[in-house]
Every structure is written in structure tokens, then in C-alpha cells.
């Protein structure tokens, strides 16, 4: 089910032609992966498969924002 869900992110932010730009493990619970598209925006995925809610920190040059990730949970933030 996860899986699942995790798919239909994908399938619904990223387009052909659309480049992955970075992915990110740096801890065995969560998940990141991002791509920019051709009109500049880039789709960040956040999965997160353990049972409790996460803080996680999106980082793009300087700029910061913290998240929270529910549980079980696929997440995508698009940034413009």
C-alpha cells in the first residue's frame, strides 16, 4: 500500500523530461527525492515509512523549512 502510494506521487508530479536533482537517505527513516521541471519548479517527494510522525529540514541553497512527515505517509512539496 505504501508503494502504492508512493507511485501515484510520482506519477502525478513528475513529467516527462523532468530531472532528478538530488535524493536524499541521510537517515534510514525517511526518504527523499526531488526533480526540477522544465518551468523551473522542483517536486520534492518525502516518504516516510515509519509508524510515528518525523521532523524532516528541506534545504535548497540557503533557504530552510522544516516539515512533518505523518507516519506512513508520502508527501510531496512543490516548490516554485
Known amino acids: 500500500r505504501q508503494t502504492l502510494k508512493a507511485i ?7 513529467h516527462s523530461g523532468d530531472e532528478m536533482t538530488a535524493f536524499s537517505k541521510y537517515t534510514d527513516k525517511l526518504e527523499f527525492t526531488a526533480f526540477s521541471s522544465q518551468d523551473g519548479t522542483i517536486s520534492c517527494i518525502a516518504f516516510n515509512p515509519q509508524d510515528k510522525k518525523m521532523k524532516a529540514v528541506i534545504r535548497i541553497g540557503e533557504e530552510c523549512a522544516e516539515i512533518m512527515l505523518n507516519g506512513h505517509s508520502c508527501s510531496t512539496l512543490v516548490i516554485a
Open 8 to 14: 501515484g506521487h510520482f506519477s502525478r508530479f513528475i
